[in-house]
């Protein structure tokens, strides 16, 4: 993965690489694409948070009128040309395509995606490479989006929705208003490959592998080991989806997989959340989510905001999914309503 330098005060403009040295601005319509980003829609999702260490979810505000969101997504089809929709089991954008990295523009790229939104324009310089984008946009809100813009072009959006309480996810306390955006886009080969992608002639990536250099400390293999500057650890289960949180990576192991036959890690059921630190030292397992009947479901998606870090849990019995918000220190859940 590619890692942005972001210098304070830089002067930021659109810019799209289109060679080793030279970046042209890419001039669009301020028109809203016409596709819809399709999330899943959960059934039997209760949600109960507390947001920011504590303080009610009714009146949370982070200072400054700023949010950090971080959560992962893939490329959908690009219904509009030069349009896609990078969709999740949490949250939903559309970006236009110049903005995607070069490696990443194809149906079904996995990315993860953090967007910081601020009052005042904070001056990152634009990097728009070939695994990572960094840019700053202009927030302009509608009735029912916050349009992104580069010297008044349209460049990508959120649905207003988002920011609010749905069964999918709970509420993201800030009250949209027009400001700046600093979009961090991060391609995940490794997230990405498929048997059937890496047959694929001509490749749509290719450079496609299993592996992803997650930081410059840290190495994921899907197909279920994590590599630290220390240790590494193999699980019985193939790596699902992955989320950086400060110096931890949570990885989320898909139980219905096959990982290495010569595991470090010792799997158990419902237990398929793990953070790792630098080193490859397991840092926490998170503590199995359980239904009033006793069912243990398993995590298979995850999200931050802010300070906060939730995740979607399923295979419930009767109780079917919930979402639930765990101590990013711990893993233990903080709060969950079944």
Known sequence: MEHSTLPV?????????TSEHSVQTQQCSKKRPSFD?????DENVNVTTTMHHGSSSTDYLPPDNTVEMHFLAYAEDAIDEGWYGLGSRSYGIGLSETLLPDRGRYEGANYRITLIFHDLEQGFETQIGSTSTTIELSCEVTSTTVDFLAEGNMQGYIPIHEFESTDNHPAVEWEPSDCHVVLQLDY??????TPSRLEQDPPLDPNLDYTTQLTPDI?????????????????PKAIDHCLLFDDLVIVGLDPDSDGFDDPSFQYEKAQNLVAIDSTG?????????????????????????????????????????????????TGEIATTDI
Not at 9 to 15: E, F, Q, R
Not at 188 to 193: F, I, K, L, Y
Not at 219 to 235: A, K, L, N
């Open 188 to 193: 995940d080969p490794g997230m990405s490959c």
């Open 219 to 235: 190495q994921i293999d899907y197909r279920g080991r994590v590599t630290g500057t220390e240790t590494e650890q193999r699980f």
């Open 281 to 329: 030292q397991v840092a926490w397992v998170a503590e199995p989510a359980t239904s009033y009947e006793g069912d243990r479901g398993y995590y298979y998606t995850l999200w931050r905001i802010d300070d906060s870090l939730f995740a979607k849990v399923r295979g419930l019995g009767k109780a079917g999914r919930m979402t639930v918000e765990l101590n990013p220190e």
């Open 37 to 41: 980003i399709v999330k899943e829609a």
């Open 9 to 17: 005060g830089a002067i930021c403009t659109l810019l799209v690489q």
